[in-house]
């Protein structure tokens, strides 16, 4: 393993209505040491106040994909999408050549948990479009993005694949890094071991030389496993 980023060395934003850790650099949490995995440019973890959100705001030319672990978002944006993504869902959205849009918790009442990630992709300036799917709780590994949408999972436009991987307690299983690629481990809920050293929620790994993650699950767990391109060594 030649990147860990534990969960507590995060890049933190803390205001009235957000709650939200940064794994690489974002917004007004700068570490160059921490720009980034790859193609993989953002996972913010946030959590959103009963009622309160991001208002309308605008992206270009990043593909940006939210997968909800608790409520629901409220989405709408400038090419005329409204919809709302519930718990269990993920939702991609090409920014392109620009969009608009805005993503506020649902409930008046409960919190808003999801994870915003963030991917550069292969083609610029494309007409922006939009995608969500019910990600069905399924053991093991399963993928769930991926350039042409294979699978019945979202597609997207770059160079990367996303699988969820789901482990009940005691369980285990070996994560291969595909040859002359590169991956990336986050730990969506629950704790375990990989490789022999102890990992938590908020925990993320990353593999460049290394060929396999050997993971033992000591609660049931989930994660995300990105299968991304390798970056020019300088």
Same mark, same amino acid.
């Given at each position: 393993?030649?990147?860990?980023?534990?969960?507590?060395?995060r890049?933190?934003?803390?205001?009235s209505?957000l709650?939200?850790h940064? !794994?690489?650099?974002?917004?007004g949490?700068?570490?160059?040491?921490?720009?980034g995995? &790859?193609?993989?440019r953002?996972?913010n973890?946030?959590?959103?106040k009963p009622?309160?959100?991001?208002?309308?705001?605008?992206?270009?030319?990043?593909?940006i =994909?939210?997968?909800? !672990?608790?409520?629901?978002?409220?989405?709408?944006? $400038? !090419?005329? +999408?409204?919809?709302?993504?519930p718990?269990?869902e993920? /939702?991609?959205?090409?920014?392109?050549?620009?969009?608009?849009? $805005?993503?506020f918790?649902? $409930? /008046?009442?409960?919190?808003?948990?999801f994870?915003?990630?963030w991917?550069?992709?292969?083609? #610029?300036?494309i007409?922006?479009?939009?995608e969500?799917?019910?990600?069905?709780?399924?053991?093991?590994?399963?993928?769930? =993005?991926?350039?042409n949408?294979?699978?019945? &999972? %979202?597609?997207?436009?770059?160079?990367?694949?996303?699988? #969820?991987? /789901?482990l +009940?307690?005691?369980e285990? !299983?070996? %994560?291969? #890094?595909?040859?002359?690629?590169w991956?990336?481990?986050?730990?969506?809920?629950g704790?375990?071991?990989?490789n022999?050293?102890?990992?938590q929620?908020?925990d993320?790994?990353?593999?460049?030389?290394?060929q396999?993650l050997?993971?033992?699950?000591?609660?049931?767990?989930?994660?995300?496993?990105?299968?991304?391109?390798p970056?020019?060594?300088?």
């Amino acid at each position: 393993m030649e990147y860990i980023r534990k969960a507590h060395e995060r890049g933190h934003a803390q205001f009235s209505w957000l709650d939200s850790h940064h !794994t690489f650099s974002f917004g007004g949490y700068y570490d160059p040491a921490h720009m980034g995995f &790859s193609n993989l440019r953002v996972i913010n973890d946030d959590t959103v106040k009963p009622g309160a959100g991001f208002e309308t705001h605008g992206h270009a030319n990043m593909e940006i =994909v939210s997968y909800i !672990t608790q409520g629901t978002i409220a989405h709408q944006d $400038s !090419t005329g +999408n409204q919809y709302t993504i519930p718990q269990g869902e993920l /939702q991609r959205m090409t920014a392109g050549r620009g969009i608009e849009h $805005s993503e506020f918790n649902f $409930s /008046q009442s409960e919190p808003l948990k999801f994870l915003q990630i963030w991917i550069e992709p292969q083609q #610029r300036n494309i007409p922006p479009s939009y995608e969500q799917k019910t990600i069905e709780s399924q053991p093991g590994l399963q993928l769930v =993005v991926s350039p042409n949408g294979e699978a019945d &999972s %979202l597609s997207i436009n770059a160079d990367a694949s996303i699988y #969820r991987l /789901q482990l +009940n307690d005691n369980e285990s !299983t070996e %994560l291969t #890094r595909q040859e002359n690629r590169w991956g990336y481990l986050h730990i969506v809920q629950g704790s375990m071991t990989i490789n022999d050293e102890a990992f938590q929620t908020g925990d993320g790994i990353g593999v460049v030389n290394t060929q396999a993650l050997n993971i033992q699950a000591h609660e049931n767990s989930v994660a995300l496993w990105f299968d991304l391109p390798p970056v020019p060594q300088h």
